[in-house]
């Protein structure tokens, strides 16, 4: 069994800024605070973190955790309407069909590894029909931390896999999500539907980074070559 686990933002789809939307009116719901995004850049970091940081660098606060935490039941709440509603929302090339062929597959075991709380998430990829593709998952509801995240995904998917994979990879666009896998002693796919280029993807350390996900040969076959790799590393 192949374990695959995918970032969401940059990776699997863009939410057109529905999720800052939602961030900066629950902050000024709370707190009366415009523009809570001005000036931060999400991409790669966890919702609490995202969270954390406004709260330090706009207001000065250095939050408890039921102050996160009710920021980000206020914005879950406005993030029903903003990705329902989202213009720019959008699935990236090729993900539709490669999960489409991948679910099909009883190679491959699909989770996902990301800093959206999982109702987030669940909001996020509904909206194109994308949730029912992963049956597990490491969330930021889990921790704020995205190693963490990373870890316990890896191990709800290697208890899944009977401790017996024959690859574990995560699937992202940040140099954040790559450093993460690593840490987490798995391997590192980058995909450039983000802020970050292939070379960049490639010189942050991922094993194989692409363009997109719209060839589906070429992926199957460069999984294929890391899945070697990785049962040569653990043998
Ligand atoms: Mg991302």
């Known amino acids: 069994m192949k374990i695959l686990l995918f970032d969401i933002d940059g990776t699997l789809i863009?939410?057109?800024g529905a999720g800052d939307r939602s961030l900066t009116k629950a902050f000024e719901?709370?707190?009366g605070l415009q523009r809570a995004m001005q000036g931060i850049k999400p991409a790669g970091k966890t919702d609490p973190a995202i969270v954390r940081e406004i709260f330090v660098r706009k207001l000065n606060i250095e939050p408890t955790d039921e102050q996160i935490k009710e920021v980000l039941d206020v914005y879950v709440e406005c993030l029903v309407d903003e990705v329902k509603n989202s213009k720019g929302y959008r699935v990236l090339p090729g993900v539709h069909e490669l999960l489409e062929k991948l679910d099909g597959d009883?190679?491959?075991l699909l989770g996902l590894a990301t800093?959206?709380?999982e109702r987030g998430a669940r909001i996020k990829l509904s909206r194109a029909d994308l949730?029912?593709?992963f049956s597990f998952g490491g969330f930021g509801s889990d921790s704020e931390e995205r190693d963490v995240i990373v870890r316990m995904a890896v191990e709800r998917g290697l208890r899944l896999a009977d401790y017996d994979p024959e690859l574990v990879a995560v699937i992202g666009d940040t140099p954040r999500d790559?450093?993460?896998a690593h840490d987490a002693g798995v391997f590192a796919v980058g995909v450039a539907t983000g802020p970050y280029s292939v070379d960049e993807l490639y010189n942050s350390g991922a094993e194989i980074a692409f363009?997109?996900?719209s060839d589906i040969g070429d992926f199957y076959k460069k999984i294929k070559v890391l899945s070697e790799k990785w049962q040569k590393t653990r043998s």
């Open 29 to 31: 719901r709370l707190y």
């Open 115 to 117: 800093g959206n709380i």
């Open 106 to 108: 009883r190679d491959f």
């Open 131 to 133: 949730w029912r593709y």
């Open 211 to 213: 363009e997109d996900l």
């Open 178 to 180: 790559i450093k993460a």
């Open 14 to 16: 863009l939410s057109g």
